[in-house]
């Protein structure tokens, strides 16, 4: 693995971050366990930078849906918990788009990773509003819950193993440390803004 030298001291070991951002989850619903199995490793999990910001929240992520897959029927843990994962998804989209991939796209060598970011994003978006306008309480929708769940884990672990080690190339140090500031003003200002659109846009 490339040496990054940012990484050399970072604000938390990977271990701690990873940690931190599992517990930020459980605290929507403490009496859930959190089993997310592995993740793929990446470089930046704990970086001060933009980059280990947006692993942090992928962590979060990560454990949402574990909790979400030991919820049952229509219960309050699981509507609680959906609705977090919503405003999460949609608003970590929108900074990352604004931080990161309106200055990637710009760039030649990496234009394609993040257009292929932007579209993903939009699929996942269609598939969190099919499952808003579904009955949580219906047997399908914990399937349709789990192909989400692969999507958005293919999502961000080719984020975090590709796209981010392409763009981190192209960044300066400087670069990194205001994207951060960017995504922490968008995300805040979107979560709080964000409405769940129900809207059933996959085939049944």
């Known amino acids: ?4 030298a940012h990484l050399q001291q970072p604000t938390k070991t990977s271990q701690q971050a990873k940690a931190d951002a599992i517990a930020k989850a459980q605290d929507m619903a403490p009496d859930l ?4 199995g592995s993740t793929p490793e990446t470089p930046f999990r704990g970086d001060p930078d933009i980059f280990g910001r947006l692993v942090e929240d992928h962590d979060r992520h990560r454990a ?7 919820t049952h029927g229509k219960s309050e843990d699981r509507q609680l918990l959906f609705k977090e994962l ?3 998804l949609k608003s970590h989209a929108a900074a990352e788009e604004q931080a990161l991939w309106s200055t990637v796209l710009r760039e030649p060598t990496t234009t394609e ?3 292929h970011a932007v579209a993903e994003h939009k699929e996942l978006d269609d598939m969190l509003a099919d499952l808003a306008a579904r009955d949580m309480a219906s047997s399908g929708w914990l399937r349709r819950f789990a192909a989400l769940k692969e999507e958005y ?3 961000i672990g080719e984020e975090e193993q590709e796209q981010f080690v392409a763009a981190e190339k192209i960044l300066t140090d400087a670069d990194r440390k205001y994207m951060r500031k960017v995504f922490e003003r968008r995300k805040n200002e979107e979560k709080a803004a964000v409405k769940i659109e129900k809207k059933i846009k996959l085939k049944a």
Request: charged share 20%; proline share 4%.
């Open 113 to 115: 990773d993040a257009r």
């Open 64 to 70: 949402l849906l574990a909790m979400i897959q030991q």
């Open 86 to 88: 919503v405003k999460e």
């Open 1 to 4: 693995m490339p040496k990054h």
């Open 33 to 36: 366990s959190i089993h997310i």
């Open 153 to 155: 884990l293919h999502h």
